[in-house]
């Protein structure tokens, strides 16, 4: 039916497939019988196959069985639902929570229930696709910022101060670059202009802070966000989205997110796998830590073989490559190699701007480090990216 758009794509080097891909030993993949390392994956603590998350999974499906039947507003929720909201409260050290069926869901139901017509949303450059997504349903005026600059956020807010609400919103852990928002300067900002702010911690939370607790963990910041956002399907290893904040946010959007109202809740299984996901996080920080061991000994190899790894600061590693056909080619290299990390062009970033996203695991072993490490620098000679 589109054999045109589909040899287009082809031609610019933009077409994407989709890969069949079946768990290997360790951090490994099998991909067509050939087993290869995983360097793709945000599930960063590896507790998607951890042991008590599966089991509590089990437990549930059998208490519970496989779905759960309808939206809660029709048919209920179970406790292992309300239970899963108290922990995301009381983890995010918010008054209550709500959890969505997944992080996109929650983006295109919470935006829109905050801000509207004669609202302004000002927002990151480099959020994710879903917050321009909830954006452009919520039909507020968006305006958007160079990548965390702040001069120009304070320009916006000063431009628009008679607006009757403006929101900020911005990624605090920037899912295709690995860098950190200035969320502490994003909150004085908007607490001057009296401004609400959003944070959408889905590639922060179990990762950063000393507890894991995400983004305001680890810059020290105990109030002034209004609303924030989270995955489980990330850190935490299951599937689903959430929001945290005060009760009257969380009873707002039960009446108003249309993404929460009319689709089917999330699978009991999934939220009792979620608390054992939250268990272990706060139970034992070492995951954590190994994690953040495994980041130091590759982004060290990563940036001593002269790869360019943009702004990253975290689990998050790009390898900036820029061309798209380039980035395509490395990616399919690197999985001959017996390495899988995938090649991400326009429109998931801007253009030009093509790269091999690569993530770490807590579970990946230095051995699996070092062949990824190889493969890079295999990959990069024979394209002409490293010398
Ligand atoms: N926000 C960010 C920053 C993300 O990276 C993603 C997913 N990649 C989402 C939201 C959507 O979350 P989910 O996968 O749970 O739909």
Redesign the pocket.
């Given at each position: 039916m589109f054999p045109g758009e589909i040899s287009r794509l082809k031609g610019k080097g933009l077409l994407r497939k989709l890969l069949v891909v079946e768990p290997g030993e360790g951090s490994c993949l099998v991909i067509d019988g050939k087993k290869v390392v995983n360097l793709s994956s945000?599930n960063y603590l590896g507790l998607s196959n951890h042991p008590r998350v599966k089991e509590a999974s089990i437990r549930a499906i059998e208490r519970y069985g496989t779905g759960a039947g309808a939206s809660r507003l029709i048919s209920g929720h179970t406790n292992t639902i309300k239970e899963l909201e108290e922990r995301i409260a009381s983890f995010k050290s918010t008054e209550a929570a709500l959890v969505f069926g997944?992080?996109?869901?929650?983006?295109i139901g919470i935006i829109p229930s905050i801000a509207g017509d004669g609202d302004v949303i000002i927002a990151d450059r480099l959020?994710?696709?879903?917050?321009f997504e909830g954006c452009r349903i919520s039909r507020a005026r968006l305006l958007i910022y160079k990548h965390k600059d702040m001069n120009q956020l304070e320009e916006i807010l000063h431009t628009y101060s008679s607006c009757k609400r403006r929101l900020i919103i911005t990624?605090?852990?920037?899912?295709?670059d690995g860098d950190i928002a200035p969320l502490k300067d994003i909150v004085s900002i908007a607490k001057r202009f009296g401004a609400l702010v959003m944070v959408?911690?889905?590639?922060a939370t179990g990762v950063l802070g000393k507890s894991g607790r995400g983004t305001m963990d680890h810059l020290g910041i105990k109030d002034g966000v209004d609303i924030q956002?989270g995955?489980?399907?990330?850190a935490i290893g299951c599937?689903?989205?959430y929001v945290a904040g005060d009760k009257s946010l969380v009873d707002y959007l039960i009446n108003k997110a249309r993404s929460f109202m009319f689709t089917t809740a999330l699978s009991p299984a999934i939220a009792a796998a979620s608390i054992a996901a939250f268990d272990i996080i706060e139970e034992m920080p070492e995951i954590r830590k190994r994690l953040w061991e495994n980041r130091g000994y590759y982004f060290k190899a990563v940036t001593g073989l002269g790869l360019d790894t943009g702004m990253s600061e975290s689990q998050i590693i790009p390898i900036m490559i820029g061309d798209d056909k380039r980035g395509l080619r490395f990616s399919e290299r690197l999985l001959e190699l017996g390495v899988y990390a995938p090649v991400i062009r326009p429109p998931t970033v801007p253009k030009g701007k093509t790269r091999i996203r690569t993530t770490m695991m807590a579970t990946h072993t230095k051995e699996e480090l070092d062949r990824g490490i190889n493969a890079l620098r295999v990959a990069g000679r024979e394209l002409g990216i490293i010398s």
């Open positions: 945000n997944s992080g996109y869901l929650a983006n959020n994710h696709a879903s917050i990624d605090g852990l920037f899912s295709m959408d911690d889905a590639h956002m995955t489980l399907s990330k599937y689903g989205g």
